[in-house]
């Protein structure tokens, strides 16, 4: 069964974090951009300025050069990864000595993150764990036990 539906359904849940941790600080500092605010004065209220802040901001020497040298170092990053990448992956469709040696040296970077986060998720304590499992089985309305622990395993139930 495939609906626009169930495609939509299975995005929600990353649509919703971006929205939340990325859309919604942006709109807060565009609306904080309206105002002249020093949280850190001694009476720190917002003070609408309207758009000066970012009439100064677009005019300022200072700001106009560092927007120039982000996009200048942009480009050049992006240009040189891409000829880099390019290189290595016409480099390692020939035959060469080593070439199963330095595939796995290209490869192992992509490796270490998930290994590093599954030892850290070994690395936590059984207190942390049984925490966890009294709180998600109390909050849960079924008594199945979604998670359990090591020392009775469960018998599959199909």
């Known amino acids: 069964m495939r609906s626009p539906v169930t495609g939509w359904l299975f995005l929600a849940p990353t649509i919703t974090v971006l929205a939340i941790f990325g859309f919604l600080p942006f709109l807060y500092v565009a609306f904080v951009g309206f105002f002249d605010w020093n949280p850190f004065a001694a009476n720190p209220g917002l003070v609408f300025a309207g758009v000066n802040n970012y009439r100064r901001l677009v005019f300022d ?45 290209h490869t192992l970077p992509l490796l270490v993150a998930p290994i590093a986060v599954g030892a850290s998720w070994k690395l936590l304590p059984r207190r942390v764990w049984a925490r966890f499992r009294t709180t998600w089985n109390a909050g849960s309305a079924s008594t199945t036990g979604w998670v359990r622990s090591r020392t009775r395993p469960s018998s599959p139930r199909w």
């Open 61 to 105: 020497d200072l700001f106009l050069r560092s927007i120039g040298l982000t996009l200048q170092f942009t480009f050049w990053v992006v240009l040189s990864e891409l000829v880099i990448g390019y290189l290595l992956a016409q480099l390692f469709m020939r035959d060469f000595p080593l070439k199963g040696l330095f595939r796995t040296i």
